[in-house]
C-alpha cells in the first residue's frame, strides 16, 4: 500500500509538469495578452478589433530582439519606452520558456503571485470565491447522491417494468441536456427572462442580508442558490443513478443472495441486509472525484450564468482579460487537488472493498 501511494505522488510530479507546460504553450500562441490589452484600451479600442486587423499573439517574448513596431502593430502614437515598461511589468521581457521556469519554481513553493489587474493576491483572490463555489458542489454533490441512489434502487428492483422504462427515458433526456442549455431556460422562465420573476439572478445572497433573521438568511441563501443548484442537479443524477443501478443488478445475480432468498429471508431484509452495502461501494468511493467534477468543471457556465461570484466566474474573466497569475495558478492548485482528490478515491476503493488491490496492477 505505502509502495503504490508513493508511485502516485511521484506520478502527478510529471503529469502536473505536462498539464502546465501544454497550457503555457497554447495560452502563449492565443492573441490579445495583458500588454496588448492594456494597449487596445489606451487607444480606445477592444482587443477584438486589435486581433482583427493585425494584433496576433506576439507579445509574450517569444522574439525578444523584435522590435516594439513588429511585435504590436497598430501602436502608432504610443511611446515605445512605455511598452517597455509595460513589457517589464508583466515579466514579458524575457524570454517563453524563463518566464515558464520561473512560474513553475514560484509554483513549487506555493508562490502564485499577483493578479494582473486586481492588485491582489491569487490564493486570496481564490480564497475569496471557494464560498461560492463550494456552495454548488457541496449542495449539487448531496442532492445528486440523495436523488441517484434511492432511484437507482427502485430501477434495479423494477427492472424491465413501466417505472424503469419511464425513469430510463427521463434519465436520458436529462443526461443529453448540457447543463447551461437547461439553465438558460430556468433563467428565461422563472428569473425575469420573459415570463416569470420568481428566483433572483445575481449573487448568492440578496443586498439586506445583514440585516435578515437567522431564518431569513437561510431562505434567501437557498432562494437565490435554487435555479443553479437545479440546473446542476438536472445534469448531473443521470450517469450515477443508471451506476446504482447497474451495481445492484450485478449483485442480484450473486449466489449469496440467491442463498439469502432460498433461507426464507424477505426481500427488504435481503435488500438492505446484503445487497445495499455490497453495491454501493463503488457508488460511495468515488464520492471525491465526483464532489471535484461538479466543483470545477460543472459550474464553470452556471456561475456565469447567474453571476455567482465563484472559481468559475473568477476563471472565465481571467481568461477573458488574459490575467496570466490567475489563470495558471488556479490551473496549478485545482490540478494538483484533483490529482490528490483522484488518489484518495482509489484508496477507498480499496479500503471498501477488499477485493480490489490496485497495487498489483501493472503498467
Not at 66 to 92: C, H, M, N, T
Request: aromatic fraction near 14%; charged fraction near 15%; glycine fraction near 10%.
Amino acid at each position: 500500500m505505502t509502495g503504490y501511494v508513493l508511485k502516485r505522488l511521484l506520478l502527478i510530479i510529471p503529469t502536473l509538469f505536462g498539464i502546465m507546460l501544454v497550457n503555457f504553450i497554447i495560452i502563449q500562441a492565443a492573441p490579445g495578452g495583458p500588454v496588448q490589452q492594456i494597449l487596445a484600451k489606451i487607444r480606445g479600442e477592444s482587443s477584438d478589433v486589435e486581433n482583427r486587423f493585425g494584433g496576433g499573439g506576439q507579445d509574450f517574448g517569444f522574439d525578444s530582439t523584435a522590435s516594439y513596431e513588429s511585435s504590436y502593430r497598430g501602436v502608432q502614437g504610443i511611446d515605445p519606452a512605455f511598452i517597455k515598461d509595460l513589457e517589464r511589468q508583466f515579466g514579458f521581457d524575457k524570454p517563453a520558456y524563463q518566464r515558464f521556469f520561473i512560474m513553475i519554481g514560484n509554483y513549487l513553493t506555493f508562490d502564485f503571485g499577483k493578479s494582473y489587474f486586481r492588485d491582489e493576491k491569487v490564493v486570496s483572490l481564490v480564497c475569496s470565491k471557494v464560498p461560492v463555489s463550494a456552495s454548488l458542489g457541496l449542495w449539487t454533490t448531496l442532492l445528486v447522491y440523495c436523488i441517484s441512489i434511492p432511484l437507482g434502487i427502485a430501477k434495479a428492483v423494477r427492472d424491465g417494468s413501466r417505472f424503469d422504462v419511464i425513469t430510463s427515458g427521463v434519465v436520458i433526456i436529462a443526461y443529453a441536456i448540457p447543463s447551461f442549455l437547461f439553465a438558460l431556460f430556468l433563467i428565461i422562465m422563472f428569473a425575469g427572462g420573459s415570463f416569470w420573476s420568481l428566483f433572483p439572478l445575481r449573487g448568492l445572497t440578496s443586498d439586506n442580508w445583514q440585516s435578515l433573521s437567522l431564518f431569513g438568511k437561510a431562505v434567501d441563501y437557498l432562494w437565490h442558490l435554487a435555479l443553479p443548484i437545479f440546473a446542476m442537479v438536472i445534469a448531473g443524477f443521470a450517469k450515477l443513478t443508471l451506476l446504482t443501478k447497474n451495481s445492484f443488478l450485478e449483485e442480484i445475480s450473486k449466489q449469496y443472495i440467491v442463498t439469502a432468498r432460498a433461507k426464507g429471508l424477505s426481500q427488504k431484509r435481503v435488500l438492505y441486509g446484503h445487497i445495499f452495502r455490497n453495491a454501493l461501494l463503488v457508488v460511495i468511493a468515488g464520492f471525491p472525484a465526483a464532489f471535484i467534477h461538479i466543483l470545477f468543471t460543472s459550474s464553470l457556465l452556471i456561475e456565469v450564468l447567474f453571476s455567482l461570484d465563484g472559481l468559475g466566474l473568477l476563471g472565465f474573466e481571467a481568461a477573458m482579460s488574459r490575467d496570466y497569475p490567475v489563470m495558471f495558478g488556479t490551473l496549478y492548485m485545482f490540478t494538483l487537488l484533483g490529482m490528490v482528490l483522484h488518489l484518495i478515491g482509489d484508496l477507498l476503493y480499496m479500503a471498501v472493498d477488499r477485493r480490489i488491490d490496485l497495487t498489483a496492477a501493472r503498467g
